[in-house]
């Protein structure tokens, strides 16, 4: 962009001093005409610099997702390929056998059925037990007349001693026979009353293996979190996973990454969020992807201290400013772009300031953007 500009300036150069001979060709024009391109290129470029700041650093960076079986067994399949195929979220990454664990949700639905019948048996208990209660108080409180009666009787000497005492056994027998009585009740209610969400015990055990049982076969189908690509993919059918969380089976790169632009830190003062940017990335020759600011990332490995029971160490103090990156928002219709984990280029932010200049940055940024088709090596 320089170089056209003095090529422009040159050429009105020519025109005023050589082809129409408007000014002489003196010292002083000489000087000044020297000059003059120098002010001009070096305050151009300094007000580049904090209007429309570049970076020669772009990065691109993606999250992973390490892949591990949360149940063993067989692979079954796997229907995915690995490289540059995205895998939608939902879509199958492979299966284990799942006959193990659809026989013990079989298994536990059985056990649920006579957990089940086993609650219907205390609520026929339950009836049984109050009724026996309730044949019980009846024939005590005969008893109870009996004894009444007997006693009566003897005292006037009507009656025979010998049938009191065994009216006032049958009533101690009866009183003892409802004591059982209303003990067996009490444990049958005691039963039945310890639910959890209104299923018994026994019954609320069973549906919770039972429900972890289907967790697990369902888990045995291990789908994508998200719309990602499949790197680093050494699963094949007939190989064994263990269902161990360090041991990943293969990891996914997400779609969508993260695009940072590193600026030095006096380089900052005016850009915000939401300013207009753009970014080019050797992948991409000659193309520039259109975006915004998203924000500053106002943190650095440099400005870390950890919590620590010793003092801070002489380098770690005395280590230099690092830079602090701005992270970009790439606008949805160059969002399709192949922006690769790991891509790196060159950006430009235009800042609310100085706008008649930033179309000297669009010019410079795009240039850059096709020299990235030249190959300069030699083997």
Request: proline content about 4%; charged content about 20%; hydrophobic content about 45%.
């Amino acid at each position: 962009m320089e170089i056209l500009l003095l090529g422009i300036y040159s050429f009105f150069v020519w025109l005023i001093f050589f082809k129409f001979k408007w000014l002489p060709w003196t010292t002083v024009s000489q000087v000044t005409v020297a000059i003059i391109p120098i002010v001009g290129i070096a305050t151009m470029i300094l007000c580049l610099n904090i209007f429309a700041p570049s970076s020669a650093d772009v990065r691109v960076f993606k999250y992973t997702i390490p892949i591990v079986s949360q149940v063993r067994g067989r692979v079954l399949e796997v229907p995915v390929e690995e490289g540059n195929r995205l895998v939608k979220k939902g879509d199958v990454l492979f299966r284990v056998d799942p006959t193990p664990y659809k026989l013990t949700v079989d298994s536990l639905m059985a056990q649920l059925v006579g957990a089940r019948g086993g609650n219907e048996q205390l609520q026929e208990q339950l009836k049984s037990a109050s009724g026996n209660t309730g044949a019980l108080r009846t024939r005590l409180d005969l008893a109870r007349k009996r004894v009444q009666q007997n006693q009566e009787l003897a005292a006037t000497g009507a009656g025979n001693k010998f049938d009191l005492e065994q009216a006032e056994a049958n009533l101690r027998d009866l009183e003892a026979q409802l004591g059982a009585s209303l003990a067996n009740e009490a444990q049958v209610r005691a039963q039945l009353a310890a639910t959890v969400n209104g299923d018994i015990s026994s019954v609320a055990k069973i549906k919770a293996d039972l429900a972890n049982a289907e967790w697990e076969l369902e888990q045995t189908t291990v789908r994508s979190p998200c719309d990602c690509y499949v790197i680093n993919l050494a699963l094949r059918p007939g190989a064994f996973v263990a269902g161990m969380p360090f041991n990943p089976v293969m990891t996914l790169v997400e779609a969508d990454g993260q695009v940072v632009a590193l600026y030095q830190q006096n380089e900052l003062h005016k850009i915000e969020p939401g300013n207009y940017a753009e970014f080019t990335l050797r992948t991409n020759p000659g193309r520039v992807v259109r975006a915004k600011v998203d924000s500053i990332i106002w943190a650095t490995g440099a400005g870390q201290m950890q919590q620590s029971g010793t003092l801070p160490m002489t380098g770690v103090l005395s280590a230099p400013p690092n830079r602090f990156a701005v992270k970009f928002d790439v606008e949805e219709a160059d969002k399709p772009l192949l922006i690769a984990a790991g891509a790196a280029g060159h950006a430009a932010v235009y800042t609310d300031h100085g706008k008649m200049i930033h179309i000297v940055r669009m010019v410079i940024l795009r240039v850059g953007a096709y020299t990235d088709y030249l190959v300069l090596k030699l083997h």
